[in-house]
């Protein structure tokens, strides 16, 4: 579809928002408003990308057959605090400088105009609470130049254990694994520390007027270390039925040094869970039903935003995008992290509902990066262009899922080290001029590198062209 034709599309749904407005008492506004969901952590294991995954994700599943699910989504950086900044800034690292989670986005990029800001700046209401940049210092907003009119702190693991579920103690070789922070496993708590910020997000949903536009950013924490999850979650999670994913011996052997240097970032996970017996608090998978039970959590959350938002009867002029920061290794690969080049970090759950642009349970095979967020939502609200951004409106593949789409998604996991993803290929180049090629159609777990064989020397100069310059 052209350029002029898709421009069209989006003026008759905002012309259908604004007449199905004015047959309500109050008059609805003329922008639509926007729900902004994002959750920590999660990774592609889930019943929203295969039926046959172990964890349970309906009401993600729910929420994709209102819109488009994009199939092939990938952050920006597999770390909290660079993939939001891209999100939020519409910046890649390699414009931004935003590699890690300790860097301060907000020194770096001063004057940036955030994705909320942009809305505020556009006669829109901006509010949110829970994770939505970074937490802690890092990732805190600029008090001089915030982001959002009101925001709700994350109530951070709220109500902690007196010791650690997963039995870890102070002492050597065990790293964070004795922190609250790096626990696990069954939190018979009075709330959970994300049903604090669904409240907060019910409540404004409830008492907000009908007639201004809203930008409303729910950040779900969970399915983020700690893996905690309520009693009832866990019953779903039968330890004994717990799947582990494929880990076939000297996976790693055909890695280049870096690759197995960024698995091994927090190896002391790995080296401790992967210890026997299997059935101790401690181990690999007890650690794998947790994240399970902690991932279909946050599903739940995004079940009860959803009902809230029907309640309130302000769904069909409401913009819906959903996404996860990154994904999670989880034993595969040797690894335990975030923090890597590969799939299971990378690969990421994302829907948006779009009433009257998305076709209900659409689905896009595209690969797309989630730096296409911030033109996307921009264009779908009818707001001026900006033209300062690294990603591209994804609205031609929101009207026609098949449509042609050159670019692939970008990784990037510190300077100079990259990842193209294309429909069937991932390409890794590292800063030391190393390479990692897989073969998704054949190889969806990456346990075979292409890289060193003649025949793929084609496909890797395909995709070459688009690594970035640091």
């Not at 969970?222 to 004994?240: C, E, I, M, N, V």
């Not at 938002?309 to 040797?334: E, F, M, R, S």
């Not at 690894?335 to 998305?358: D, Q, R, S």
């Amino acid at each position: 579809m052209n350029f002029h034709l898709h421009k069209l599309v989006i003026l008759l749904a905002l012309a259908t928002f604004i007449n199905a407005g004015e047959k309500q008492e109050q008059k609805a506004p003329v922008k639509p408003n926007v729900l902004f969901i994002a959750i920590d952590d999660m990774n592609d294991w889930t019943t929203l990308f295969d039926p046959d995954s172990p964890i349970k994700t309906p009401n993600l599943e729910r929420l994709a057959r209102r819109g488009c699910f994009f199939t092939r989504a990938y952050c920006a950086v597999a770390a909290c605090n660079p993939s939001r900044t891209a999100i939020l800034t519409g910046l890649r690292p390699t414009t931004s400088g935003i590699y890690s989670n300790n860097q301060e986005w907000k020194k770096l990029l001063p004057d940036v105009v955030t994705l909320p800001q942009y809305f505020m700046q556009n006669d829109y209401i901006a509010k949110g609470g829970g994770k939505i940049f970074h937490h802690g210092r890092t990732g805190a907003d600029r008090e001089d130049n915030p982001s959002f009119q009101e925001f709700f702190k994350l109530r951070i693991h709220a109500h902690k254990p007196n010791s650690n579920y997963n039995g870890y103690r102070k002492g050597p070789g065990l790293g964070a694994l004795s922190s609250t922070s790096w626990d696990w496993g069954e939190h018979d708590a009075p709330k959970q520390t994300d049903e604090y910020t669904v409240e907060y997000i019910v409540n404004v949903m409830e008492n907000h007027p009908k007639n201004m536009s809203l930008f409303l950013a729910a950040g779900i924490f969970s399915p983020h270390l700690p893996f905690w999850a309520p009693p009832g979650t866990f019953k779903r999670y039968p330890f004994d039925e717990t799947r582990l994913p494929p880990m076939p011996e000297n996976d790693l052997d055909d890695v280049p040094a870096i690759g197995k240097r960024m698995a091994a970032t927090e190896h002391f996970i790995w080296e401790n869970t992967s210890l026997p017996p299997v059935n101790r608090p401690g181990s690999l998978k007890k650690m794998v039903q947790c994240y399970q039970a902690s991932a279909d959590f946050a599903d739940e959350m995004v079940g009860r935003l959803m009902e809230k938002l029907d309640a309130t009867g302000i769904a069909d002029n409401t913009i819906i995008v959903l996404w996860a920061d990154h994904g999670y290794h989880l034993g595969d690969k040797q690894a335990c992290v975030k923090f890597t080049l590969w799939e299971k970090a990378n690969h990421v759950p994302f829907i948006i509902v779009a009433p009257g642009i998305t076709e209900p349970g659409s689905r896009c095979n595209q690969a797309v990066s989630l730096v296409d967020i911030y033109p996307t939502l921009i264009e779908l609200a009818g707001l001026p262009p900006k033209d300062d951004l690294d990603g591209l409106s994804l609205v031609p593949l929101l009207i026609n899922p098949d449509s042609e789409w050159e670019r692939p998604a970008i990784m990037t996991m510190g300077k100079g080290n990259h990842a193209v993803r294309t429909e069937r290929w991932r390409y890794i180049r590292y800063n030391d001029g190393t390479e990692e090629l897989y073969d998704h159609e054949n190889d969806p777990w990456e346990w075979t590198n292409l890289a060193g064989n003649p025949a793929y020397e084609k496909v890797i100069a395909e995709h070459k062209k688009w690594l970035p310059k640091d």
